[in-house]
């Protein structure tokens, strides 16, 4: 009686551990599946954020390649803050003329950067993606 005590144990112990690693390992391979994706404004902020100079083209161009937008409307405003002057403005909007927004979303980021020789930069960017 004692031995059939300890085998019935021992296989409802073989058990729990063989049913923990399979949902371990089915959890796991769930997780591996899914494609994690980032929203396409910490992209956009993202790019601005790896330069510190760019022109509006050079923008546009790049958040194109990296997030596959449609179409694109870039503005930089550069103002020097001793004087509050506008050093300069720079403006871009390749393919954002024949945009439907029945079909596209439209995700707009302001981003604005304070350098140490007291100039201000500020990023407007809106973004045109297909939806689907």
């Known amino acids: 009686m004692k031995g059939q005590a300890i085998l019935i144990t021992t296989a409802f112990v073989a058990l729990l551990v063989l049913l923990t690693v399979y ?17 396409i404004h910490y992209k956009i902020m993202y790019i601005i954020d790896s330069r510190i100079n760019w022109t509006a083209e050079e923008l546009a161009e ?28 720079d403006y871009v909007s390749p393919g954002s003329d024949n945009i439907d927004l029945s ?23 809106k973004a045109y993606k297909l939806i689907g």
């Open 62 to 89: 790049k958040i194109i390649k990296e997030t596959y937008c449609s179409a694109i409307e870039v503005n930089i405003t550069i103002i020097n803050l001793s004087n509050n002057n506008v050093i300069l403005t």
């Open 23 to 39: 949902l371990v390992f089915q959890q796991g391979s769930l997780r591996a599946n899914v494609a994690i994706r980032e929203p």
């Open 103 to 125: 079909t596209h979303s439209l995700v707009v980021v302001d981003y604005t950067r304070i350098l140490a020789d007291n100039r201000m930069i500020i990023y407007h960017v």
